[in-house]
């Protein structure tokens, strides 16, 4: 009996996959550190901490067709005057690439690889400030896309200004 499976998914005369694919890897801790500079007299503060959460994300080319993207947070909390904890925690994955375009590699490892790897991230953050003697951290889900994008737009604006100022 003849199957007909269609022309898209019939492989290459010569064997190749020209199909693009993108995909993780693995994902690991790359750096975490958890400081209580003020314990125990920080455990009898009376205002609940202020908290000041920081994003950054980085990726580089580690070889054909792979790329890790570092998702670090560092978040400080400050009660009464004083330093609650500190946590910097780096993130990482490693992605494949396979047929992509260049042009499309970037808006991949700064927009979906850190939406991909935020809610491992986030676990391991609220797990830390938890087993440091706080409640635990719950980071609101972040959209990497719209910021990626945000970004992209700002550049582009700023060289376009540059260059009518040229």
């Known amino acids: 009996m003849d199957q007909d499976y269609g022309a898209s998914q019939q492989p290459m005369a010569n064997g190749a996959d020209t199909a693009p694919a993108a995909g993780m890897i693995s994902q690991y801790i790359k750096d975490l550190s958890f400081e209580n500079p003020n314990a125990p007299a920080i455990f009898q503060a009376q205002t609940p901490p202020a908290i000041d959460v920081q994003f950054n994300i980085g990726s580089s080319k580690v070889a054909d067709d792979v790329h890790e993207v570092v998702l670090k947070i560092e978040v400080k909390a400050d009660s009464d005057?004083?330093?609650?904890?500190?946590?910097d925690l780096s993130y990482a994955g490693l992605f494949g690439f396979r047929n992509v375009p260049e042009d499309q590699i970037q808006p991949f490892m700064l927009g979906e690889a850190p939406r991909l790897l935020f809610p491992f991230a986030r676990r391991v953050l609220a797990d830390a400030v938890r087993d440091g003697g706080f409640?635990?951290?719950l980071l609101e889900p972040i959209d990497f896309g719209a910021l990626y994008l945000q970004q992209a737009q700002?550049?582009?604006?700023?060289?376009?200004?540059?260059?009518?100022n040229a």
């Open 81 to 87: 005057g004083q330093t609650a904890f500190i946590v």
């Open 135 to 137: 409640p635990p951290l």
């Open 154 to 164: 700002a550049n582009a604006d700023a060289s376009g200004a540059a260059f009518g």
